[in-house]
């Protein structure tokens, strides 16, 4: 059974840094793309990244460029998002999802909550 | 960017109906679009992929058409289950978008 399960959320100030975590377990982790969606309080869903199998093409929203680095360890078939200079626009509940091929999105965690505020 | 849009924003209606949703895309993007289902507090899923490919396991009350801009999900005979949101989205061209939802409910 395929299972993606988030971690690494909680309340940072406008500022802060964060890393969150994605094990994933159930299918070979690195045949697959993989991504970060994101969905602020109330909202609808937003694509942030996405990372190719080997690690080698990285993707990002305008907004978060250069502020956000995805980033996954196939060894230990995890997903991370390190993200840094973090905004209030940023509270969101983000979400781990495989590509079954870049930009369709078969299996998600069930997300972390991530709240900027002071 | 491409921009997805979405109608109705929110519908009502009764058991047994059958319901449409449209997604219109400010470009050409062939079929690369898919549906998904949100039901509250829960983590989206997966319906429909290349506009009109029904996921495994997904009941067959659901299916989806189109290319090119505009695109039409439909519930052939809607169920007390279906309730949820519903969102289209585009993955021809990065940043991959999606429709703003479109909120289902019983009526």
């Known amino acids: 059974e395929v299972q993606l399960v988030e971690s690494g959320g909680g309340l940072v100030q406008p500022g802060g840094s964060l890393r969150l975590s994605c094990a994933a377990s159930?299918?070979?982790?690195?045949?697959?793309?993989m991504s970060w969606v994101r969905q602020a309080p109330g909202k609808g869903l937003e694509w942030v990244a996405n990372?190719?199998?080997?690690?080698?093409?990285?993707y990002y929203v305008d907004s978060v460029k250069g502020r956000f680095t995805i980033s996954r360890d196939n060894a230990k078939n995890s997903l991370y998002l390190q993200m840094n200079s973090l905004r209030a626009e940023d509270t969101a509940v983000y979400y781990c999802?495989?590509?079954?091929?870049?930009?369709?999105?078969?299996?998600w965690g069930q997300g972390t909550l991530v709240t900027v505020s002071s | 960017d491409i921009q997805m849009t979405q109608s109705p924003s929110s519908l009502s209606a009764s058991v047994g109906d059958r319901v449409t949703i449209t997604c219109q895309a400010s470009?050409?993007?062939?079929?690369?679009l898919n549906w998904y289902q949100q039901k509250p507090g829960k983590a989206p899923k997966l319906l429909i992929y290349d506009a009109s490919n029904l996921e495994t396991g997904v009941p067959s009350r659901f299916s989806g058409s189109g290319s090119g801009t505009d695109f039409t999900f439909t519930i052939s005979s809607l169920q007390p289950e279906d309730i949820a949101t519903y969102y289209c989205q585009q993955y021809d061209n990065l940043p991959f978008t999606f429709g703003q939802g479109t909120k289902l409910e019983i009526k």
């Open positions: 999802a495989r590509d079954r091929y870049s930009g369709c999105y078969d299996y």
């Open positions: 990372i190719k199998q080997d690690g080698s093409e990285k």
């Open positions: 470009q050409d993007i062939s079929n690369y």
């Open positions: 159930g299918f070979t982790f690195s045949s697959y793309w």
